[in-house]
């Protein structure tokens, strides 16, 4: 197991409680599943739960007005990603940076997700 690391940032307890969430998946999907073999199996899973995020919310007028574009929003961000993962790293260097902050976003998005949609 790679060396633990406590961090300290200062967030509200919606964001902390989401970020706990996600932090649990991920921890309980590295336990089930092996690494990614490549960035385009990675972005195959995170398309995969992005679909499943639209069937149970589809992008009617209503789900879109109530939602604030957050749908619109995921999709760009994963958009993107998939602009950088089609990519030639040899041709790009630049990519694995490039496929790093399009992830961030990517996650930035599902996290606003979790807190302005679906925080209890």
Do not use: C
Request: charged residues 30%; aromatic residues 8%; glycine residues 2%.
């Amino acid at each position: 197991m790679p060396e633990a690391e406590t961090i300290d940032i200062k967030v509200a307890t919606v964001e902390a409680d989401a970020l706990r969430e996600i932090l649990q998946e991920y921890l309980s999907a590295t336990e089930v599943y092996p690494k990614f073999n490549s960035a385009h199996e990675g972005y195959a899973v995170l398309l995969e739960e992005i679909d499943e995020l639209l069937l149970e919310f589809p992008p009617t007028v209503a789900n879109l007005l109530k939602r604030g574009f957050l749908f619109a929003d995921i999709k760009r961000a994963s958009d993107r990603l998939w602009d950088e993962v089609k990519k030639n790293p040899a041709k790009h260097p630049e990519r694995d940076e490039r496929m790093r902050e399009e992830a961030i976003q990517v996650g930035a998005m599902a996290l606003r997700f979790l807190v302005d949609i679906t925080a209890q």
